[in-house]
């Protein structure tokens, strides 16, 4: 079945500079990829999402790109902002189902 | 529109006894969904409903977990009994529908049942 390996595990970055979060995926299946971001005691929330017949996307700060090739897709926040600070999980969608198979999660924290 | 609901927000019970957890999808949303999250990882898919239908339920820990989701609507999660290892959020999401050809709605979390067995 699907396995997806995220990394890092904890992200510590400076207000203004830019985040990076990489996530690998085993399903060449797969097709698609949406990036969720949970703060402490909240729901999960979608941030941005990209499917598989797509290179990259962007909203706002917020850019993902994806190579099928390689099988990885990776989040990138540019100018962060205190209010980044979050967890964040990647995802992948099997082909055949419907169930989102999570990354481990980046504890991304933005330091003033 | 109105998200998706869930009750309790939190529960304290021993281990043996018996808990039920309640969601309410989206108004319109086919999909729907039952994860379980242990602290310090990403969500695990335990079932999911298409309508009152059962699509996936690989993971749900059958001889104590139990899900039904009768009208095609509402959907409760019931563990009996009850053990330590599952202290976790228990979060319900919807999508619109599974689409033909495996393309996926978006899906939508609720904001989780916080479970602590003692």
């Known amino acids: 079945g699907e396995n997806v390996e995220q990394h890092p595990s904890t992200l510590s970055v400076q207000e203004g500079d830019s985040a990076v979060i990489k996530c690998t995926y085993s399903?060449?299946?797969?097709?698609?990829f949406p990036w969720y971001k949970q703060e402490l005691g909240k729901r999960p929330q979608l941030i941005i999402d990209?499917?598989?017949?797509?290179g990259e996307k962007k909203d706002q700060r917020i850019a993902v790109t994806l190579n099928k090739t390689a099988k990885h897709f990776s989040l990138h926040i540019t100018e962060t902002q205190p209010e980044d600070s979050a967890v964040y999980f990647c995802?992948?969608?099997?082909?055949?189902?419907?169930?989102?198979?999570f990354g481990q999660g980046t504890e991304l924290s933005v330091k003033p | 529109e109105a998200g998706v609901a869930q009750s309790p927000r939190y529960k304290i019970i021993e281990k043996r006894q018996s808990v039920a957890f309640w969601c309410n999808p989206i108004?319109?949303?086919?999909?729907l969904y039952w994860y379980q999250q242990i602290l310090g990882q990403g969500p695990k898919l335990l079932i999911q409903?298409?309508?009152?239908?059962?699509?996936?339920d690989s993971q749900l820990p059958k001889d104590r977990f139990s899900a039904e989701r009768l009208k095609g609507v509402d959907s409760t999660l019931k563990i009996q009994p009850a053990k330590l290892e599952d202290s976790a959020v228990y979060l319900c999401?919807?999508?619109?529908?599974?689409?033909?050809?495996?393309?996926?709605?978006?899906?939508?979390f609720g904001p989780g049942t916080r479970l602590l067995v003692l």
């Open positions: 999401a919807s999508s619109l529908a599974l689409l033909a050809g495996g393309r996926q709605e978006t899906q939508y």
């Open positions: 399903d060449s299946a797969s097709n698609y």
């Open positions: 990209i499917r598989s017949n797509v």
């Open positions: 995802a992948a969608i099997p082909n055949q189902g419907g169930k989102l198979i």
């Open positions: 108004s319109g949303h086919a999909t």
């Open positions: 409903f298409q309508n009152n239908g059962v699509v996936d």
